[in-house]
């Protein structure tokens, strides 16, 4: 179906949203086994619950504006993934990998906070008052985690990554 409208706008952007989000409940298990650092690994965990009741935010906005998810896959959130695998895939476990991991985790973060940013824009002008709490709950705990683990990386693993290598 091409997008003519904002409103077709609106059900492509919360369908690749849908489709990111789903993305993410896949790869947050395996960014947290990856993880050397254990609050780390449990970021990753809690975000995953986040993530879970994301998708069912969404899923209760189609149900109340009576929209049908188109099925698509979310190409950036598809690289994003992709670039997580390589990282992992090429970095020993340990404080550099987690400072890659938290880097990786802050670019699908800013992807995330622009996604529901554009939906709550898009559902304000649509008149769909009744998605708004609903996207700004999402858009609340995007932005919450990305900042928790901008705090991690600052507090801990960079510091750590670091001395990896340098002669004592």
């Not at 993410?24 to 050397?36: D, F």
């Not at 992992?88 to 699908?108: C, F, H, N, S, Y």
């Not at 973060?109 to 939906?119: F, N, Q, R």
Request: with cysteine; net charge negative; aromatic share 4%.
């Amino acid at each position: 179906m091409p997008v003519k409208t904002v409103a077709d706008l609106f059900l492509h952007e919360i369908s690749d949203t849908y489709s990111a989000e789903k993305q993410m409940t896949r790869s947050l298990p395996k960014m947290a086994r990856a993880a050397a650092d254990e609050q780390l690994a449990q970021a990753f965990l809690d975000h995953l619950e986040e993530t879970r009741g994301q998708v069912e935010r969404i899923d209760e906005i189609v149900e109340l504006l009576n929209l049908k998810l188109k099925r698509i896959k979310c190409a950036a959130m598809e690289g994003l993934v992709e670039e997580g695998k390589d990282l992992i895939d090429e970095i020993d476990k340990g404080p550099v990998l987690d400072v890659a991991l938290i880097g990786a985790a802050q670019k699908v973060e800013h992807y995330e906070i622009a996604s529901y940013t554009t939906l709550i824009t898009l559902a304000t002008k649509l008149g769909y008052t009744a998605a708004l709490p609903l996207l700004e709950a999402s858009l609340a705990e995007e932005k919450a985690t990305d900042e928790k683990l901008g705090k991690m990386g600052q507090a801990m693993a960079i510091d750590d990554a670091a001395m990896v290598g340098k002669k004592k």
